[in-house]
């Protein structure tokens, strides 16, 4: 398929464990982001790749979260020591560069931290 | 006080019935967005406008730049359409998305 594919689409994990989350976004896509959406919320921006870099991570909620984009496509999204509270829905959204793109978005991840 | 509030949470409609649903925003813009996410899927774009208003089959969205405020119509309503409808803007150097909370539309037969 050409959507964006993430994987797994379940995790379960005990706490105190390490978790990674990946991203595949659409053939051409300069542009990821990652977003958490926590049960009955909107989502929430966590950090956003322009190619490679990480341009903003600004809503990476601590430390223990962590992601890579090495070559500019796939992302993986780490996260160490996994607390309950980073149970949540992890979003992936994908875009051409520019103002006014449409984003495309994933299936998501559902982490559950027990 | 969120930067992207929808209005209402919760909506239960029977078919066939006009749908509105409401966005305000505080922040400056590029885009507003409205997106569509079924239980358990992924999240899907409906509309991206900056200004004016769009209309696709059953739905249309109208954005007033000057007011913050943009609105969602269903209309000829089905269950089908039952879904979380998001709102969303993005702006500034990384467009990244800022979203509303969501309605939860129920579309009873």
């Known amino acids: 398929g050409a959507g964006v594919s993430q994987t797994p689409s379940n995790k379960v994990t005990e706490k105190g464990k390490y978790v990674e989350l990946r991203c595949d976004p659409i053939?051409?896509?300069?542009?990821l982001y990652w977003y958490r959406q926590s049960l009955g919320q909107g989502p929430e921006f966590l950090i956003y790749?322009?190619?490679?870099?990480?341009?903003?991570d600004s809503g990476l909620p601590n430390d223990r979260f962590f992601a890579v984009r090495p070559e500019g496509s796939v992302s993986t999204l780490k996260i160490q020591r996994t607390e309950r509270g980073d149970s949540a829905v992890y979003l992936c959204?994908?875009?051409?560069?520019?103002?006014?793109?449409?984003?495309?978005f994933g299936q998501g991840t559902r982490l559950t931290v027990v | 006080k969120n930067e992207v509030e929808q209005s209402p949470q919760n909506l239960t409609a029977q078919e066939g019935e006009f749908i509105t649903i409401n966005c305000s925003y505080s922040?400056?813009?590029?885009?507003l967005h409205w997106l569509q996410q079924h239980p358990g899927g992924g999240i899907v774009s409906l509309f991206m406008?900056?200004?004016g208003k769009k209309k696709h089959g059953r739905l249309i969205a109208t954005i007033n730049i000057q007011e913050k405020h943009s609105s969602l119509h269903i209309t000829a309503s089905h269950p089908r359409d039952s879904a979380v409808y998001i709102c969303a803007v993005s702006g500034g150097a990384t467009n990244k998305l800022i979203f509303g909370t969501g309605t939860l539309l129920a579309v009873q037969p």
């Open positions: 053939s051409g896509h300069t542009a």
């Open positions: 959204a994908s875009s051409l560069m520019g103002p006014n793109t449409e984003a495309f």
């Open positions: 790749f322009q190619g490679t870099g990480a341009a903003d």
């Open positions: 406008l900056s200004s």
């Open positions: 922040v400056g813009i590029s885009a």
